[in-house]
C-alpha cells in the first residue's frame, strides 16, 4: 500500500516530530509512506493522502482526481471557516459560541467582544476588544479578511480540545492560558489529561458523525457552571498536547484505523 502525507514546507518544519512517527508506524505496518510539500503532487496510484494543511480548494483538486483524502474536502472547508462551523453545529443542536460576520465596528452588539479571522488558527489573529478603538485597530490590521465577532465569555481560560478518530474519542485535554484569555498549548498554556463525561461524548461523536471524518480536533469553551459551548472545529488539528498527556502514539492509531477502515470496505472516490 502506498500513501502520502501533504504539509506547506513551513507546517512540515514544525511538525517533523509527528511526520516522523508517522513514517515509523508505516514501516512497521508495511505501508510505503511518502511527504509531499507545496506544489509537489502525489503519484496516481496512491491509496490515500493525509492531508495536514488549510487549503479546501487544494484538497478538493486532489478528491476530484480520485484520490482519498484524509480528511475529505468538505471537513477541511468547513474547519477552516469559523463561521461556517458556527453554522455547521449549530444544525446538529450544540451548544456553540454565538458568531456573526463582522464587516464594521457598528456591527458589534456590546464589550467586551472577541474578533477573530474566519480561516485563522493557533490563536493568532484573535483579539479581546474592550473598546471601539480596540475593535477599530483589529478591523484595520485584518481589512482584507473575512471576519468574525463572538461575545466574551468567561471561562477562565480554559477550553478543552477532543481529538476524534471517526467517531471514536481518540483522547482529550484541559488548556489552560498563561497570562491570557486564549487557551492554546503553543502559545504557553498548561495541559491536563481529561474524561469527557456521558453527554459530552454523545455532541463531540454527532459532530464527527455528521462531519464524516476521519482524524479532527473539537474544542469547547469549559464554563464556570461546569457546561461547555462548541468554540472551533480543527482540520487539521496538531496533536502536542495530545502526546503530551497520554501515552500512545497518535501517528499509530491513526494510520492503524486508516488501513483498517480500507480493508473492511472498498473505497469509492
Known sequence: MKAYIYYSSAEAERNRAF????MLHAAKLGLSLNLVVDNDEPDADADFILFRDRNPELSAKWEAAGFQMINRSEVNRIANDKLKTFEFA??????????????S?????????????????????????NTTDEAESFL?????RQLIAQPYIESNATDVRVFMLGDDVLGAVKRIGKDSFKSNYTLGGSVEKYMLSSSQEIEVRKIACALKSDYIGIDFLLLPD?????????????ARSLYATH?????????ERV?????KKSWKP
Open 105 to 129: 465596528v457598528g456591527d458589534i452588539v456590546r464589550y467586551p467582544v472577541v474578533l477573530k479571522t474566519v480561516d485563522g488558527h493557533g490563536g493568532s489573529e484573535v483579539h479581546l476588544c
Open 140 to 144: 484595520n490590521q485584518f481589512r482584507n
Open 226 to 238: 461546569g457546561g461547555w459551548l462548541l468554540n472551533e472545529i480543527e482540520d487539521p488539528v496538531g
Open 247 to 255: 501515552d500512545f502514539s497518535v501517528a499509530q492509531k491513526l494510520l
Open 259 to 263: 488501513m483498517s477502515v480500507r480493508q
Open 19 to 22: 511526520i516522523d512517527d508517522l
Open 90 to 103: 449549530a444544525l446538529q443542536g450544540v451548544p456553540t459560541v454565538p458568531t456573526r460576520r463582522l464587516k
